[in-house]
């Protein structure tokens, strides 16, 4: 079993950045892959970032990449989603999600992959 918390969310101007983070509790970080999605108000959960449990591999949603970076401490049980150049359509509730185990570099995209769920930070961008 393994808790998440994530943190980090808040008001920003379109063209700005924010750091969220996801506090894990529970042994074994370490071997938990590790997933960021989003749901903005009306649409779908979706997928936004997401990193092995080794670190050796990410991917990124084609509508962040090159705009967002995930990463990971072991050491503090964090994993973190760095946003930068944000967009009024990155206004979303943005959740962090964790599996054990997996492949050492092919991260896991879709939602149902993944067994554990924070409660989610609200991010807003305004334009």
């Known amino acids: 079993q393994v808790q998440l918390v994530e943190s980090g969310g808040g008001l920003v101007q379109a063209g700005g950045s924010l750091r969220l983070s996801c506090a894990a509790s529970g042994r074994s970080f370490a071997t938990y892959a590790m997933g960021w999605f989003r749901q903005a108000p009306g649409k779908e959960r979706e997928f936004v970032a997401a990193?092995?449990?080794?670190?050796?591999?990410?991917s990124y949603a084609d509508s962040v990449k090159g705009r967002f970076t995930i990463s990971r401490d072991n050491a503090k049980n964090t994993v973190y989603l760095q946003m930068s150049s944000l967009k009024p359509e990155d206004t979303a509730v943005y959740l962090c999600?964790?599996?054990?185990?997996?492949?050492?570099?092919?991260?896991?995209?879709?939602?149902?992959?993944?067994?554990?769920w924070g409660q989610g930070t609200q991010v807003t961008v305004s334009s």
């Open positions: 990193i092995t449990w080794s670190g050796g591999g990410t």
């Open positions: 999600a964790a599996v054990l185990g997996g492949s050492y570099y092919v991260t896991r995209r879709t939602g149902y992959e993944y067994d554990f």
